[in-house]
């Protein structure tokens, strides 16, 4: 059965890049978010089984929305995405509780090695 993925990215292009991948390797993007605090709002509406998200996004980051999905669904799996790939936010995402990291400008092969890893 096909994962449903919900991607969160206040650019977008960037989203359409992202479900473009995604879609053309069977993945099913079930939604998208332009700021964190959308996303909390589609993750409890639709409850994917992956959410790829952005972290420099208005409004609420991804690094706080990724908190705050954890702390309404502990077992979330979230992938964080950023053109800045430093280390602190890196490490920070991880702390937080995201599955892994890709660094934009997104590589098509990176991006379905992280969600093959996270969700098969």
Do not use: H, W
């Not at 994962?3 to 292009?13: Q, R």
């Not at 972290?55 to 309404?72: F, Q, S, W, Y």
């Not at 602190?88 to 509780?97: D, K, L, P, R």
């Not at 098509?108 to 969600?115: G, I, T, Y």
């Amino acid at each position: 059965m096909a994962k449903n993925i919900l991607i969160v990215d206040d650019a977008a292009f960037m989203r359409m890049m992202i479900k473009d991948i995604l879609t053309k390797n069977g993945y099913n993007v079930v939604g998208e978010a332009e700021n964190g605090a959308k996303a909390l709002e589609k993750y409890n509406e639709l409850k994917p089984d992956l959410v790829l998200m952005d972290i420099t996004m208005p409004e609420v980051d991804g690094i706080a929305a990724l908190k705050n999905i954890k702390g309404a669904d502990a077992g979330a799996k979230v992938i964080m995405c950023s053109a800045m790939g430093q280390q602190a936010m890196v490490i920070e995402s991880i702390q937080a509780g995201a599955k892994d990291f890709i660094v934009k400008p997104f590589q098509p092969d990176r991006v379905l090695e992280a969600v093959k890893k996270v969700v098969g």
